[in-house]
C-alpha cells in the first residue's frame, strides 16, 4: 500500500426510515463494525440526535467511533430516506465487505461510494536499524 490510508465514503438514500432515526442502531453499527473489519476501537461509539435544518419533524442521528486507525461515522437524514457514512484507516481492510454491511444496515435501495487513497505524499516508515552490542 503506497498510501496512508483508505477513506471510504456512502452516500446511500431509499433507505428505511425507522432504521435512519434509530438511536440504538447507529450505536450498534459503531459498537460493532470495527471488529467487523479489523479495526481496534478505542472509545465506545458517541451517537447524538439532532433536528437539522432539512428535517420536517424526525431527528436524525449523527454518531463517531474512534479506532486506533482513525475513524468511522454516521450522519442520517430520516425525513430524506438518506445517510452519509464514512470509513477512514490507515490499515488496509475489506472495502467490500464494510460498505455491503453499512448499505444493509439501513436497507439502502441506491448508493454511491468513493474510496479515496490518502497521503499518497505522506513520508514513508523508515526502518530503524538493530544495533548489536559487541
Same mark, same amino acid.
Given at each position: 500500500m503506497s498510501e496512508f490510508g483508505l477513506h471510504v465514503?456512502?452516500?446511500? +438514500?431509499g433507505c428505511d426510515k425507522r432504521k435512519l432515526a434509530s438511536y440504538s442502531l447507529?450505536? @450498534?453499527? &459503531?459498537?460493532k463494525l470495527p471488529d467487523r473489519i479489523g479495526m481496534t476501537k478505542m472509545? &465506545?461509539?458517541?451517537v447524538a440526535k439532532w433536528l437539522d435544518k432539512f428535517a420536517s419533524g424526525t431527528e436524525g442521528m449523527s454518531g463517531f467511533v474512534m479506532i486506533a486507525e482513525s475513524h468511522i461515522s454516521i450522519h442520517t437524514f430520516p425525513d430524506q430516506d438518506y445517510v452519509f457514512m @464514512?470509513?477512514? +484507516?490507515?490499515r488496509s481492510f475489506n472495502t467490500d465487505k464494510a460498505i455491503k454491511y453499512l448499505v444493509g444496515a439501513f436497507g439502502?435501495?441506491?448508493f454511491k461510494t468513493n474510496i479515496l487513497k490518502?497521503? &499518497?505524499d505522506f513520508p514513508p516508515k523508515i526502518p530503524q536499524?538493530?544495533?548489536l552490542k559487541a
Open positions: 465514503t456512502i452516500d446511500a +438514500s447507529v450505536y @450498534d453499527i &459503531l459498537n472509545t &465506545l461509539p458517541y @464514512d470509513i477512514f +484507516s490507515c439502502a435501495k441506491k490518502r497521503g &499518497l536499524k538493530i544495533m
